[in-house]
């Protein structure tokens, strides 16, 4: 049996999410119907992570073990021909274990996550962007929400900022970066983790806009984390801004991994 890595690229906004659901409307019942249909044979798949409804993949890293043998590209364009237009496999790389028996997993073998949420601040919305981007109309001050990102970097319990239904084992996180750009009317956040709690992006997203309106000063953010209470934090965020942007894995893997920001698809 071979392991193979794909790399993933999805716009999530007819999809139900990532993961597969007695619906079949998720990205994952359509990725392995298709591979299915190209293999001739069923193929169960696992991902670096899950993401929501209406969220949006720049690269999902995903693996599957298969005795099949195929050049990279005929996967590519094999798997490609049956996938409908929002998604789309990138690249496909066969993984080699390693003499001391490492295998390569796409969701343990993962060092780190990143996330860009775009968002959409100007005083009426842009339907060229429904889906695309989040949208807020009162002025944001990307100088007060800077102020609020050193509080949370580092590791923390981030229990204020998880959903109910959150499955994680722990909510201890090491948030490495949360980066705040502003670029005309999109302010663009970036957000890089060990890994991440359902809705956090979303969730902190949130509260930093609340902090960016002068709706609460930006030490608010740290008492917040600090409180491990839920209620204490701004409402979850829409999902239509939130991008998977990169997995981060050791370069013994030799993924041909791709980067790229969210603007380049404006």
Known sequence: ?????????????????YQKQPSGHTVQDQLERALEQFATVPLATTCAGRTDTGVHALEQVVHFDTDLA?????WVRGVNAF??????????KEIEAF??????????????????????????????LAGRAGFCWRPLDVVLMRAAVPALLGWHDFTAFRAAQCQAKSPVKLMHDIAIERRGELVIFTVKASAFLHHMVRNLVGSLVYVGTGRKPPEWLGQVLE???????????????????????????????ETSSPLSWF
């Open 99 to 128: 003499p001391e028996g490492e295998e390569f997993h796409a969701r343990f073998s993962a060092r780190a996550r990143t996330y860009h949420y775009v968002l959409h601040n100007a005083p009426v919305r842009a339907p060229l």
């Open 1 to 17: 049996m071979k392991r193979i890595a794909i790399g993933v690229q999805y716009d999530g906004s007819a999809w139900h999410g």
């Open 227 to 257: 409180s491990r209470d839920r209620h204490q934090a701004a409402p979850t965020f829409m999902p239509d801004g939130l991008y998977l942007a990169e997995i981060d894995y050791d370069p013994k893997w030799q993924l041909p991994l």
């Open 83 to 92: 996938l409908p237009p929002s998604i789309g496999v990138r690249w496909v």
């Open 70 to 74: 195929r050049e990279p590209h005929a």
